[in-house]
């Protein structure tokens, strides 16, 4: 495992060209049930959706001959894309009859499935709305757990919950990345706890020269190319 965690060259976040923009491109589908009557609470989606990538990356048919190997192979090669659409009711449960893993959360449910190419996505899928992600929390969020792992928003983005989603999938992955196996194997049997906040406007400065692993959005969506967005501050990487 490589100790050093200054972005690679070609890092699947860089918004410049790479070789990863040559390869075939992939994406990782999440879908978040939103029903309309009782909508999850925007921080508990928030983490369900970065839970929801560390379940599929941990998951066996994810790794080695698994059926989902090949697949997650192909999309690692290429840029790290992830894509949230929102499903209810009927669209809910077609997405639900495809392969993949619901990860619950205490309001929110977030199922992902294994990458499909850029122009290929499933049917029931493809026809679920990107946008009417935006999210609130009725109540008080709780201050993060400092002994678990936080993912620390950029304080100064707006960002749609859809969005805000994909960047907390990107930010757990990069610390997964950064783990060694044994801590990999903690966290998971941990259930993968997380906390995403936004970081304190005086705070964010040091966390980006901290040395933690840092999503840079590519800028297909919503913000500028290059944008720093997440954090991830996992006790075994300070």
């Known amino acids: 495992m490589n100790n050093d965690r200054t972005p690679a060259p ?16 992939f994406v990782l589908p999440l879908v978040a049930r939103i029903e309309r009557a009782a909508p999850p609470a925007r921080t508990d989606a928030l983490e369900t959706a970065a839970r929801a990538v560390l379940v ?7 790794t080695g001959e698994g059926e989902w190997a090949r697949a997650m192979r192909d999309w690692q090669d290429a840029r790290i894309r992830k894509v949230v659409r929102r499903a209810r009711g009927a669209e809910w449960r077609r997405a639900e009859a495809l392969p993949g893993i619901t990860v619950t959360g205490a309001s929110a449910e977030v199922r992902v499935f294994p990458p499909v190419p850029l122009d290929g996505w499933p049917k029931d899928l493809a026809r679920l709305q990107v946008s009417g992600t935006d999210l609130e929390d009725r109540e008080a969020v709780p201050p993060a757990d400092p002994t678990a792992p936080v993912l620390w928003l ?3 983005l707006d960002m749609s919950a859809g969005k805000a989603m994909a960047q907390a999938g990107h930010a757990a992955q990069l610390a997964w990345w950064e783990l060694t196996d044994e801590d990999r194997a903690a966290w998971h049997d941990a259930g993968f706890p997380l906390s995403v906040r936004p970081a304190a406007p005086s705070r964010w400065p040091a966390l980006l020269t901290s040395g933690l692993p840092l999503v840079r959005d590519a800028g297909f969506t919503e913000i500028a190319p290059g944008s720093s967005t997440v954090v991830a501050d996992h006790p075994s990487l300070r």
Do not use: H, I
């Open 10 to 25: 070609d890092n699947p976040f860089r918004s410049d060209p790479g070789a990863r923009d040559a390869a075939p491109q």
């Open 154 to 156: 950029n304080p100064d």
């Open 56 to 62: 599929m990356l941990a998951d066996e048919r994810s």
